[in-house]
C-alpha cells in the first residue's frame, strides 16, 4: 500500500549540476503533477501528465524537464541547478476529473 | 486560469475554540474546491473536497467548509480545536471544464493554524 514514493528525500547540489527527482505510484493513476512548495506562495505546479506519453507545462516550468514512459513513474530532471530551484518538490497523483490528489512525501532540494 | 487568495497567513488560536480559515477564488468556469492540510514535514492530506450538490461539505478531523458561489468563497471551519490541529492548511480549486483539466490544482498560499494550551 505504498501510494506515491518520491526519491530521495533530501538533496544538496552545486550550481550548474543537473539530477533527477524520482516519483512512482502504484494506483494506476493516469493523471501525475509535479509540483514546488515555497514559504508564502503555496505550492506551484511545475509539470503534468494525463497518461503515458502525453505531458504539458504547469505554471513554473523553466529548468524542469519531464517525461512518462510508463503510467506508475514521472521522474523531474533538472537540468543545470540554480539556486532559484532550492525548494520542496512534491509529486501527486489522481485518477480522474474532480478526484482527490495524492501526494508523495516530498523532496527537499537545495541548490548552493 | 483559476487563482486562490487564503486571506490569513497565520492564524493562532486556543485549544478548544472556533476557527475559520477563509478562502477566496476566482475563476471564469465552475471549479472543484479541495481543502489540504499538511503536518511539519509531511506532505499533503485531503480534508475535504466539494464536487457538486450540497454546500456545506464535511470533512475529516471534525472540520467542514461552505461553497458560496456568489460570494465565491470556500471557508473552512472547526467548532472545537485540539493541539494536533495544527498544520498548514491549503485551499485548492481546479477547473470543472473537462479535457485535461482535471488534476490541474491551483493553491492558495497556505494559512498556518496554531493551537495553544
Known amino acids: 500500500n505504498a501510494g506515491v514514493t518520491q526519491t530521495p528525500k533530501f538533496q544538496v547540489l552545486k550550481t550548474g549540476q543537473s539530477m533527477t527527482l524520482q516519483c512512482a505510484q502504484d494506483?494506476?493513476?493516469?493523471?501525475m503533477s509535479w509540483y514546488r512548495q515555497d514559504p508564502g506562495m503555496g505550492l506551484r505546479l511545475i509539470h503534468y501528465s494525463v497518461g503515458a506519453g502525453i505531458t504539458d507545462q504547469g505554471e513554473v516550468p523553466n529548468g524542469y524537464n519531464v517525461s512518462r514512459s510508463t503510467t506508475e513513474d514521472f521522474p523531474l530532471r533538472l537540468l543545470s541547478a540554480a539556486p532559484s530551484q532550492t525548494s520542496v518538490y512534491f509529486c501527486?497523483?489522481?485518477?480522474?476529473?474532480?478526484?482527490?490528489?495524492?501526494f508523495g512525501a516530498g523532496t527537499r532540494l537545495s541548490v548552493l | 486560469a483559476q487563482s486562490v487568495t487564503q486571506l490569513d497567513s497565520q492564524v493562532p488560536v486556543f485549544e478548544e475554540a472556533p476557527v475559520e480559515l477563509r478562502c477566496n477564488y476566482s475563476?471564469?468556469?465552475?471549479?472543484?474546491l479541495f481543502w489540504y492540510v499538511q503536518y511539519p514535514n509531511q506532505g499533503l492530506q485531503l480534508l475535504l473536497k466539494y464536487l457538486s450538490g450540497s454546500t456545506l461539505v464535511k470533512g475529516i478531523n471534525g472540520f467542514e467548509a461552505e461553497f458560496n458561489k456568489s460570494q465565491t468563497s470556500f471557508h473552512l471551519r472547526k467548532p472545537s480545536v485540539h493541539i494536533s490541529d495544527t498544520a498548514e492548511y491549503f485551499c485548492?480549486?481546479?477547473?470543472?471544464?473537462?479535457?485535461?483539466?482535471?488534476?490541474?490544482?491551483?493553491f492558495g498560499q497556505g494559512t498556518i493554524l496554531t493551537v495553544h494550551p
Open positions: 485548492a480549486v481546479s477547473a470543472n471544464a473537462g479535457g485535461t483539466s482535471y488534476g490541474k490544482l491551483t
Open positions: 475563476s471564469s468556469v465552475s471549479v472543484y
Open positions: 494506483m494506476n493513476h493516469e493523471y
Open positions: 501527486a497523483s489522481s485518477y480522474g476529473q474532480g478526484a482527490i490528489q495524492y
